[in-house]
């Protein structure tokens, strides 16, 4: 096959050259990408160099003809002739219109192509003349389905990993527990029970978010899932403690749920050591969001805040509170809830 001129335009008719067909034609010259112009009624009046070398097309095989059948027909699409035939009438614009251009003996290609019709007034009368931007996206559109599979693949190794950590930490919890037993100090068996009680909170966590989406969690489901685990490893079924969920539906980000999820095991321990010592009362985990802010906030009926004149230093509990709300980048407020206390984890904007 010969290779195409370089530059060469050719004319379709013999009528003088108007301002609306010089303009399209020093668009084609200029053009870097392959690219048409058109008639309305589809009629090729030049085709860029680039447009033949791309789709090893002759000039003399394309100038003249109507879209509908250059080359060996490939480009009759019914949906792409009527957008076009709409682009003329001023009707429609086409604006990255993917298609895919099979072709015999040849891989098939996918297209983005940009259509938009020359409004010049026009010395020969015509309706006007439409340009046909061609972006092949083969090549871009091949790597993005490489990337989703691989990001794919990663998710289902994600939730395999939390799944095994989970199952882990299970074992641990496990151990502590049977080493509580086993121990006679009080002081070391409620050090193990409350290393137990936050692996359990640690392990539920990740098979919390082994079956949730990558992208987001679910609140209220998380939540409550979480409080059931802490609820079936702190609560006697002699005491009379109920524990619920409530607030807002809402979603957040998986690194953003580990942190809420950690202060919230934190806050429920803490009210269930020490809010209820006749192991009577409620606990009500509450999530609101609004725009541009969230408060979060574990709430109890019990005995109150500490009113002594020198409150005792910050336990492990709060520490930890407060180091993941520094994280969210929110604060820490405590307040009496008459009765009882309330902590409140708070990010405004």
């Given at each position: 096959m010969?290779?195409p001129e370089?530059?060469?335009?050719s004319?379709?008719?013999?009528?003088?050259?108007?301002?609306?067909?010089?303009?399209g034609?020093?668009?084609?010259?200029?053009?870097?990408?392959?690219?048409?112009?058109?008639?309305?009624?589809?009629?090729?009046l030049?085709a860029?160099?680039?447009?033949?070398?791309?789709?090893?097309?002759?000039?003399?095989?394309?100038?003249?003809?109507?879209?509908?059948?250059v080359?060996?027909?490939?480009?009759?699409?019914?949906?792409?002739?009527?957008?076009?035939s709409?682009?003329?009438?001023g009707?429609?614009?086409?604006?990255?219109?993917?298609?895919?251009?099979v072709?015999?003996?040849k891989?098939a290609r996918?297209?983005?192509?940009?259509?938009?019709?020359?409004?010049y007034?026009?010395?020969a009368?015509d309706?006007?003349?439409?340009?046909?931007t061609?972006?092949?996206v083969?090549?871009?559109?091949?790597r993005?389905?490489?990337k989703?599979?691989l990001a794919?693949?990663n998710?289902?190794?994600?939730?395999e990993?939390?799944?095994?950590?989970?199952?882990?930490?299970q074992?641990?919890?496990?151990?502590?527990?049977?080493?509580?037993?086993?121990?006679?100090?009080?002081?070391?068996?409620?050090?193990?029970?409350?290393?137990?009680q936050r692996?359990?909170a640690i392990?539920?966590?990740?098979?919390?978010?082994?079956v949730?989406?990558?992208?987001?969690?679910?609140?209220?489901?998380?939540?409550?899932?979480?409080?059931?685990?802490?609820?079936?490893?702190?609560?006697?079924?002699?005491d009379?403690?109920?524990?619920?969920?409530?607030?807002d539906?809402a979603?957040?980000?998986?690194?953003?749920?580990?942190?809420?999820?950690?202060?919230?095991?934190?806050?429920?321990?803490?009210?269930?050591?020490?809010?209820?010592?006749?192991r009577r009362?409620v606990?009500?985990?509450?999530?609101r969001?609004?725009?541009?802010?969230?408060?979060?906030?574990v709430a109890?009926?019990?005995?109150g805040?500490?009113?002594?004149p020198t409150?005792?230093?910050?336990?492990?509990?709060?520490?930890?509170?407060?180091?993941?709300?520094?994280?969210?980048?929110?604060?820490?407020?405590?307040?009496?809830?008459?009765p009882?206390?309330k902590v409140?984890?708070?990010?405004?904007a």
């Amino acid at each position: 096959m010969a290779a195409p001129e370089s530059t060469s335009l050719s004319l379709t008719q013999s009528a003088p050259l108007d301002l609306n067909h010089a303009l399209g034609f020093a668009l084609v010259a200029s053009s870097v990408a392959p690219l048409l112009l058109m008639t309305a009624d589809r009629t090729v009046l030049a085709a860029s160099t680039s447009f033949l070398i791309t789709f090893q097309l002759e000039r003399d095989g394309v100038l003249g003809r109507p879209i509908e059948a250059v080359g060996e027909g490939e480009w009759d699409v019914p949906q792409l002739l009527s957008l076009l035939s709409a682009t003329a009438s001023g009707d429609a614009r086409i604006d990255a219109y993917e298609m895919d251009l099979v072709r015999p003996a040849k891989a098939a290609r996918r297209l983005s192509l940009n259509a938009q019709r020359l409004d010049y007034a026009s010395a020969a009368g015509d309706d006007g003349l439409l340009v046909l931007t061609v972006c092949d996206v083969t090549d871009v559109r091949l790597r993005e389905q490489v990337k989703d599979s691989l990001a794919r693949d990663n998710v289902i190794l994600l939730q395999e990993v939390r799944h095994r950590v989970a199952n882990s930490l299970q074992i641990i919890a496990s151990v502590l527990m049977l080493n509580a037993r086993r121990v006679t100090s009080e002081e070391a068996r409620g050090h193990l029970r409350d290393a137990h009680q936050r692996v359990i909170a640690i392990a539920e966590l990740e098979r919390q978010l082994a079956v949730s989406s990558f992208e987001e969690v679910d609140l209220q489901s998380y939540f409550g899932k979480l409080c059931d685990t802490l609820r079936a490893s702190m609560i006697s079924p002699g005491d009379h403690i109920t524990l619920k969920v409530t607030g807002d539906t809402a979603s957040v980000a998986p690194n953003v749920s580990i942190s809420l999820g950690l202060i919230v095991t934190e806050l429920v321990i803490n009210a269930l050591k020490h809010a209820f010592p006749d192991r009577r009362g409620v606990i009500v985990v509450d999530y609101r969001s609004g725009e541009a802010r969230w408060t979060l906030s574990v709430a109890d009926d019990g005995v109150g805040m500490n009113t002594h004149p020198t409150p005792p230093r910050p336990g492990l509990g709060a520490t930890i509170v407060e180091a993941l709300a520094r994280q969210l980048g929110a604060r820490v407020e405590t307040t009496d809830a008459h009765p009882g206390a309330k902590v409140s984890i708070v990010l405004a904007a």
